[in-house]
Nanobody, 120 residues
Framework: QVQLVESGGGLVQAGGSLRLSCAASGHTFRIWTMGWFRQTPGKEREFVASINWSAGTTYYADSVKGRFTISRDNAKNTADLQMFGLKPEDTAVYYC?????????????WGQGTQVTVSS
């Protein structure tokens, strides 16, 4: 079955950096897009960044533009989120998200989440 396995979360001081990685496996549909969302207790899950798999087009939430960079490795089916200039408000559980497609169908999957904690 499809799996999205995340790695790279942890504890970092404000101003520091972390790199998250998400590896997709088990899919028979092709990847359409991969990205990252985050969630804090009591709040809705929010979009962070995504990348279109074929074109490489990237999208970012305003709150992370200029600080986070998403990239992909087509051969390894991985999407990484490089985070610089981390702030305490970036503290959240980060979830990998992927959409797979085989016209006319699509499938959406989530990873299990990885904790990112930024101390002030």
């Amino acid at each position: 079955q499809v799996q999205l396995v995340e790695s790279g979360g942890g504890l970092v001081q404000a101003g520091g950096s972390l790199r998250l990685s998400c590896a997709a496996s088990g899919h028979t549909f092709r990847i359409w897009t991969m990205g990252w969302f985050r969630q804090t207790p009591g709040k809705e899950r929010e979009f962070v960044a995504s990348i279109n798999w074929s074109a490489g087009t990237t999208y970012y939430a305003d709150s992370v533009k200029g600080r986070f960079t998403i990239s992909r490795d087509n051969a390894k089916n991985t999407a990484d989120l490089q985070m610089f200039g981390l702030k305490p408000e970036d503290t959240a559980v980060y979830y990998c998200h992927a959409v797979f497609t085989r016209t006319p169908d699509s499938q959406e999957y989530w990873g299990q989440g990885t904790q990112v904690t930024v101390s002030s």
